[in-house]
């Protein structure tokens, strides 16, 4: 996410491009980045037969690691992408509730790119790869699959999906050095509310997190709104281990 918000941002200044422009450049920086973050990184580690929680921890280690850099050489300083070219000034009412451009224009695409995921995830052959490997690595490649292609395309599509939403943070608050870094935590936490696996279930635990986080900033205070997240993980993790929409696996001895 800070790749491509970073990116974008220059683009626009240093190399004067248009706005579209930007975005395709960021996309791209933002997807080969995350490919080799796959080459370089996790594919060794697979490759040794590591624990899935190295492996998490490996991915915070390098989010720590790029996001210092950043700071490092670029400074600390919030950096806002100018959107002017999209006339998405004002709101939109809808009853009593106003929204603002913006944030409807970022809704209708999150829901693109929603959909076509779970096109791909649930109606191609390589989403029945993805599938099978985020069950059993080690029988899915018994069973064919390249697991190494499908590592692949997983990468390949994190970094579009990071990509747009880095764009879309710095179009909507600004880009920092740890743009990335509260956004995965939540989406991780939305993942284990809703179903880990489970598409519709991120969304679901996504949309379940947003409206609580808000209702708290709202109503009591906006210090407490990491402290519901974090609460309603550990429920969720009490009493829904594999989450709303999640399916509980078994082992046939």
């Known amino acids: 996410m800070m790749v491509s918000g970073f990116v974008c941002y220059y683009s626009m200044q240093i190399l004067n ?32 037969g590591t624990d899935r929680l190295f492996l998490m921890i490996t991915g915070m280690g390098i989010d720590l690691a790029v996001a210092n850099t950043a700071t490092i050489l670029l400074g600390a300083n919030a950096r806002k992408i100018d959107v002017s070219e999209l006339n998405l000034e004002g709101s939109v009412a809808l009853g009593s509730v106003f929204l603002t451009k913006l944030d409807v224009f970022a809704l209708i695409l999150a829901f693109i790119i929603l959909a076509a995921l779970y096109v791909f995830i649930y109606r191609t052959k390589s989403g029945l790869g993805i ?3 985020a069950y059993d690595v ?4 018994l069973m064919g699959v390249n697991v190494n292609r499908v590592s692949f395309i997983i990468f390949f599509i994190s970094g579009i ?20 870094s509260t956004p995965a935590l939540k989406a991780f936490i939305a993942s284990v509310v809703g179903g880990l ?10 949309l379940i997190l947003g409206v ?10 906006s210090v407490y709104r990491d402290l519901i ?3 309603v993980l550990i429920i969720a993790m009490m009493f829904l ?13």
């Open 17 to 48: 491009v248009s706005l579209a422009m930007a975005i395709a450049l960021s996309i791209a920086a933002s997807i080969v980045v995350s490919l080799l973050t796959e080459l370089v990184a996790y594919r060794p580690l697979r490759k040794m």
């Open 131 to 133: 599938r099978g490997s």
């Open 138 to 141: 080690s029988i899915a490649g």
């Open 161 to 180: 999906t990071a990509g747009f939403a880095g764009i879309l943070c710095g179009m909507k608050y600004a880009v920092i050095p740890t743009l990335g």
């Open 197 to 206: 696996g489970s598409l519709p279930g991120a969304v679901v635990g996504g």
């Open 212 to 221: 609580l986080e808000t209702l708290t900033s709202g109503f009591v205070s």
């Open 229 to 231: 997240s974090y609460g």
């Open 241 to 253: 281990p594999h989450g709303l929409l999640g399916r509980s696996h078994t082992d046939k001895l």
